[in-house]
């Protein structure tokens, strides 16, 4: 594909694929942000690094006249419209209600996505085709797995609005971080600021822990560090980076 992620969006997108959602989480709780961790919704594959901008997708439970109504407006589905919008860099969030009762997306679609370089998807349902969609390179965090589509128990009626993925609402845009532990929410217009204090704090604890590991010190000198551990540090830190 042609179309790439800006460059500004890949600069931030580099620096939050250097932290973990832990610290993010500690981060936004002290920013007035207690509950944008992702619940019960886990990834499909070990090693899992996820970091883009959301593009969601909302579903209700399935009924006839409803069904009938999204025939008439999207040729095929709204789901197939969502995945031929997705532009590099987007994570696909998918508010299903929680419902695990029918799988929402199977291998097929996932390769669409792929190649229109999204770059993951997190759904608040279940997922279809998950022994080959593991194996596709795509990050994928799902609350479960069910074989039967979709159809069988929902279907799609919004697109690109405020939806609800466990108890955290995203809204179009936020920035999404995941890793094996899960996935997290970070408002748009906090990202910068999160991943600047989250380099600078995962580089601290790094070396509070090699203090620890040195056996220099008992833990509660060192964690929290009390003044004299944090001078170390910064000039622990000044004479790295001459």
């Known amino acids: 594909m042609s179309k790439k992620v800006n460059p500004q969006d890949q600069a931030l997108f580099d620096s939050l694929r250097r932290i973990s959602i832990d ?28 970091v883009g901008r959301a593009r969601t997708l909302r579903y209700l439970p399935v009924r ?5 109504q999204m025939k008439e407006k ?3 589905s709204l789901l197939h419209h969502a995945i031929e919008e997705i532009e590099p860099g987007d994570v696909l969030m998918v508010d299903a209600g929680g419902c695990t009762g029918s799988g929402f997306i199977g291998d097929v679609m996932l390769s669409r996505l ?22 596709m390179g795509c990050p994928i965090f799902t609350r479960g797995v069910h074989a039967a589509v979709s159809q069988r128990r929902l279907i799609a009626v919004d697109y690109q609005v405020c939806v609800k993925c466990s108890e955290v609402t995203v809204v179009p845009g936020d920035i999404i971080l995941g890793d094996d532990e899960g996935s997290i929410v970070i408002p748009a217009q906090l990202a910068e600021e999160v991943a600047q ?3 600078e ?11 620890i590991e040195r056996g220099e010190r008992p833990l509660q000198e060192v964690y929290p560090p009390n003044e004299e ?3 170390e540090y910064e000039d622990h830190r000044k004479n790295r980076d001459n």
């Not at 006839?64 to 009938?68: E, F, H, K, V």
């Not at 190649?115 to 593991?134: E, K, Q, S, W, Y």
């Open 23 to 50: 610290t993010v989480s500690g981060l936004l709780m002290g920013m007035g942000y207690p509950d944008q961790y992702i619940e019960e919704v886990f990834p499909i594959a070990r090693n899992t690094k996820m």
């Open 64 to 68: 006839p006249d409803l069904s009938d």
């Open 74 to 76: 999207y040729q095929f």
């Open 114 to 135: 792929i190649v229109l370089g999204g770059t993951g998807i997190v759904v608040d349902g279940a997922i279809r085709d998950l022994t080959v969609m593991r194996d």
């Open 197 to 199: 204090k989250a380099i």
């Open 201 to 211: 704090i995962e580089d601290r604890e790094l070396y509070l822990r090699e203090v």
């Open 229 to 231: 551990v944090l001078k």
